[in-house]
Structure formats: C-alpha cells, structure tokens
C-alpha cells in the first residue's frame, strides 16, 4: 500500500491555465505538507497544513492555494500557470508538526508549463 | 533563521570506496532536528535517518554512518564499500519545533555518483 501517493505524476500544461496536483496519505498522520523542487534539485516547503491550520511560506505567491478536504488529503491548486512554476511538486506528510517526526514523502508530480 | 549548507554538490567515486557527504547548519534554537533523505534516479525522497539535538551518539545502520557534532554543527554522513545502487541525490536537513508549520530546511543536496 502507498503511504503519500500523488496524481498525477506527470502535468503538462500551457501558460495561464488553472491546474490541480492530488494528495492523499494513509498513515493517518495529522500533518501534511506541499514542497517545490526545482530544476537544480533545491527543494523548498510551500505549505504546512495541521488541523486546519495552514501556515504558508511567504515567499509562495497567492497563484498557489492548498486546499484539504480532510486530515488525509492535501491538494494544489495553481492559477494562472507561469513558465517559473515548471518543478517537481512533492507532497508529505508527518505524525504531527513540531519538527521531532521524519516526513515521508509522495513520489512527486512533474509539471511542465508551455 | 536556519540554513543548511551541503558544500559538495557532486561527488565521484568507483565502487567499494568509503565515501562522507558533508553537511553544516545554522540555527538559533537548542532543540532541533537534523534529517539525511536519499533521492535515487527515479526520483522519490527517502528518509534515512533522524537525530534530535540533544543526542550526539554517532550511528551505523549497515554501510551507513553518521557523526553528529555540535561543536561545528556538522552532521555528516558516510557510506562504507559504496555500491552503485547507492548513487543518488543525497539531502540533509533541519527542523526547528519553534518554527512554525514544523518546515523542513533542505541544504542543496551532493549527488553522489558511484561507478562499477
């Protein structure tokens, strides 16, 4: 069974659309988490989400907004797509928040904007 | 504000060589918690290992060690006999429990290649 899985795993789309990246963890952990990759491999958190407390890293623009429907899921929704959001998004999740819990991590959804 | 720096953004290495990926941070907290993942070719992240700040004790799981030192708030980590399967993108990182949303600080990661 997958513990964090993401859909989809591959997104191409052009500039100026409005996608979604799923993700659903099983572990029953309260803490979830949206992280950037970029072409060089630097990766960066985006988002925490923890009993309905979302805490956003500033430097996100506001084209991003999560959205979970409950404790097991934590989605993506991008609008207005630019060239620069072409990444490797990666969702996790952990126990609880307050950094002592290893994240584990879906397998990454790649997007590619056109 | 915490940073993690991983000076070796490549490094080479032939089969069966012992091989130590450097990892240096920055924080202004005394609780803390330092991660290594691993992101092999097909891409997902791994975890490896944790260490609070409270606990220096080096550790050795197999091929894999790593020494914890707060003097020069290094946490490095060594592969013994290195293997090819054992090429990948090598992460460390660091959380504070102050922070708030418990964020992960990722050093830039070291790729390390391994030849046969």
């Known amino acids: 069974d997958t513990a964090v899985s993401q859909t989809p795993k591959y997104l191409v789309t052009q500039m100026g659309n409005d996608k979604s990246i799923k993700c659903e963890q099983n572990?029953?952990?309260?803490?979830m988490y949206w992280y950037k990759q970029d072409s060089k491999k630097f990766l960066k958190i985006m988002f925490s989400?923890?009993?309905?407390?979302?805490?956003i890293n500033e430097t996100v623009p506001n084209r991003f907004s999560p959205k979970s429907p409950d404790k097991a899921h934590l989605n993506l929704h991008i609008n207005s797509l630019e060239l620069g959001d072409s990444a490797v998004y990666f969702c996790?999740?952990?126990?609880?928040?307050?950094?002592?819990?290893?994240?584990?991590f879906g397998p990454g959804t790649r997007l590619t904007v056109t | 504000a915490q940073k993690v720096t991983q000076a070796q953004t490549e490094i080479s290495v032939v089969e069966k060589e012992d091989v130590t990926l450097d990892c240096v941070y920055e924080?202004?907290?005394?609780?803390?918690?330092l991660f290594w993942y691993k992101q092999p070719p097909s891409g997902e992240l791994v975890f490896l290992i944790r260490?609070?700040?409270?606990?220096?004790q080096n550790e050795i799981s197999g091929r894999y060690s790593w020494n914890f030192q707060k003097s020069t708030s290094s946490f490095n980590f060594t592969i013994t006999a290195s293997q090819v399967v054992d090429s990948a993108v090598y992460f460390c990182?660091?959380?504070?429990?102050?922070?708030?949303?418990?964020?992960?600080?990722f050093g830039g990661g070291t790729r390390l290649m391994v030849k046969p």
């Open positions: 996790a999740s952990s126990p609880t928040s307050g950094g002592a819990y290893e994240q584990y």
């Open positions: 572990l029953g952990h309260d803490t």
């Open positions: 989400y923890n009993n309905k407390e979302l805490i």
């Open positions: 924080t202004r907290d005394t609780t803390y918690y």
């Open positions: 260490r609070n700040s409270f606990d220096e």
């Open positions: 990182a660091l959380s504070e429990p102050n922070n708030a949303g418990n964020m992960l600080t």
